[in-house]
């Protein structure tokens, strides 16, 4: 049986949520000098490009629910397509 639809709505907000706790490290670790300046930018900007992808799969899902449509027909778009997006 595959994961309900809150359930996998619940599962991508919860990836959103842990990718916001590495973001607040990060920034805590270039305070503290763990990690140099290019290093934090590179990896926010991988961290960045992920969270962007997983806020379009959310939208997508509530989108095709709104529409009357199976959320489960949503899918992951590639970095290129998020990152391209107007904002």
């Known amino acids: ?7 996998a709505e619940s599962a991508i907000l919860g990836r959103i949520g842990t990718m916001v706790g590495h973001e607040k490290m990060l920034r805590a670790q270039l305070a503290e000098g763990t990690i140099d300046g290019h290093e934090e ?3 926010l900007a991988a961290l960045e490009r992920e969270l962007d992808q997983c806020w379009d799969l959310l939208r997508q899902r509530r989108a095709l629910k709104g529409a009357g449509a ?3 027909e949503a899918q992951v778009r590639t ?3 998020v990152e391209g997006y107007l904002s």
Do not use: F, L
């Open 41 to 43: 930018h590179e990896r």
């Open 1 to 7: 049986m595959g994961q309900s639809k809150s359930d």
């Open 70 to 72: 199976d959320p489960e």
């Open 79 to 81: 970095e290129g397509i």
